[in-house]
């Protein structure tokens, strides 16, 4: 275990660089002359070239991306054209309202997508069962933004309970979490519900039942411990999409995240905010997967890394 | 088809058949476009006629442009049906021809590191890298297309390859390669059609995902400009009037729930019909 994990860890460095190269290259692939869109339209040839040296951008692309990685490294993703600021600070600023609101649709999934999935293995092929069925399609099946502005018009326009834009305290949150985490509930539950299945069949369930166990021990302690071990695998999958589906969200809610910043920055060119928004979006990817697998490991010891 | 269609019948399975007319409409509308209504009267402004509610003249009412809605979802479905089976059809034969290569030729280190670099593609969510590939080549319907099309290669290639790994074992295989057939023959001729009702039933879902994450792009702006009749355009320039005319909004809504729900279900369908054992066990 302690071997695999360190592994694991290692080859984050492979990926890590490949990300970064990836990254850099967004900059080299964009049409036009990133000097020139810095500089902005009034600006004279003697300023565009004193920008082009200033930024390194007169270097050959290998010196360029080892420039690019040496100040990666240092937390420098260089400054924003728009504000002029770092595009650090300005990632840091956004990024724990994305994480907020990733989190709470990730909780939103979980908390009602593993409970139903439970009561529908229980009892299949029943009505519960049956709309479980029919809303992990639509799930998959729904826009998300159009799914945020109904239950934007519901919810804020009609019945007024909740804000409908902004961040603020947890009124704020409920809308576009639902949003996010709605389209997983019933995916997370058919995927609890077709484990338990599975889990229940098994022979140690029956052993379980046979010394005479009571069947809440036997549900919760023998079968849903081990029914959830895939669940978790997947639940960093879903994490990733829905840092997705975050970009799309934030930007119906106006909800002050990475991913609206992202939109606005490739709308204005303003390259080095694309390039350091899209890093830290396929960082966090990298990071999420590397956890999960690390916990698969650890719940489930029966797997062996050769 | 007509066995597909015999299959669902017999099994009852009415959603499938929902989704195949769900289908068949989406595609008849898109085909028969400009039939049906001109291009012009799907994006020329008129104004004095914005907002207006649904009524005989204008059957879903119009848009905040005064353009008639359902001329202009008319000809959003001829552009979500392009953007989706152009896409589709890009990423199912790279995806393929590398997943088959890969498979084929599994001992090779080319394969190993190609395969590797799809499976840590497949991590990333398709629509981040989709938008990454739209900053580099700007917005348009041909960017948006090509970048779902490319985002999507890593889904057929890891398809595709677990098949032809079990296939080349099999004794007609081996029985062709004995006889001399060559490699490339081997993997097209013999390999590759039997992967075919995976490619149908993948290619089936990867469309409503295409419809799906175009219109999400488009919502964003980084698809067809305006005045382009996009469902997802249309939800994003008119979403400022939802509170005063709500039908703008669910119109295209509407259509593309509708649409990518039907896509899904005949995907669904076509996989029990290809393995009925799936439904057995994924379904109880």
Known sequence: ?306 | MIKFLAFLVRSKDFSAIGGLIVVAAFILTAVCAPWLASWESATKVALQHSLLKPSQQHVLGTDEMGRDLLVRIIWGARISLVVAILSVSLSLVVGVFIGALAGYYEDKRLSFITMRIMDSLIAFPRILLAIMLITIMGTGIVSLTTAIGLSTIPIYARLIRGPVLSLKKREYVLAAKSIGTGDLSILFKEILPNTLSNIIVQGTISIAEAILIASGLSFLGLGPQPPIPEWGAMIASSRAYIRSAPHVVFAPGIALFVVILGFNILGDGLRDYYDPRFKKTQRG
Not at chain 1, 158 to 179: D, F
Request: hydrophobic content about 50%.
């Open chain 1, 1 to 306: 275990m302690f071997n695999y994990a360190l592994r694991r860890i290692i080859l984050l460095i492979p990926m890590l660089l490949g990300i970064s190269i990836g990254v850099f290259l967004v900059l080299h692939l964009i049409p036009g002359d990133p000097a020139r869109s810095a500089a902005g339209p009034d600006a004279s040839e003697e300023d565009v070239e004193m920008i082009r040296k200033s930024y390194g951008l007169d270097k050959p692309l290998p010196v360029q991306y080892g420039l690019y990685l040496k100040k990666l490294i240092q937390g420098d993703l260089g400054r924003s054209f728009r504000t002029r600021r770092p595009v650090t600070q300005e990632i840091g600023q956004r990024l724990p309202a994305t994480i907020e609101l990733s989190v709470c649709a990730m909780l939103f999934a979980v908390l009602l997508g593993i409970p139903i999935g439970i009561l529908s293995s229980l009892k299949p092929k029943t009505f519960l069962d049956n709309i479980v069925t029919y809303f992990a399609v639509f799930g998959i099946s729904m826009p998300i933004f159009f799914l945020g502005l109904v239950l934007m018009i519901l919810f804020s326009s009609v019945l007024t309970w909740l804000p409908p834009t902004g961040r603020g305290g947890i009124a704020h949150l409920i809308l576009p979490g639902i949003t996010l985490g709605l389209p997983y509930v019933a995916t997370v539950a058919r995927l609890t519900r077709s484990n338990m299945l599975d889990v229940l069949s098994e022979d140690y369930i029956r052993t379980a039942r046979s010394k005479g166990l009571c069947e809440r021990v036997v549900i919760y302690k023998h079968g849903l411990v081990n029914a959830l071990i895939p669940v978790v695998t997947l639940l960093g999958v879903y994490f990733g999409r829905m840092l997705g589906g975050a970009v799309i969200t934030e930007t119906v809610f106006a909800w002050p995240g990475l991913g609206r910043y992202m939109i606005e920055a490739i709308v204005l060119r303003d390259i080095y905010v694309v390039q350091g928004t899209i890093l830290v979006f396929a960082i966090s990817v990298v990071l999420v997967n590397l956890i999960v697998d690390l916990l698969y490991g650890f719940l489930d010891p029966r797997i062996t890394y050769s």
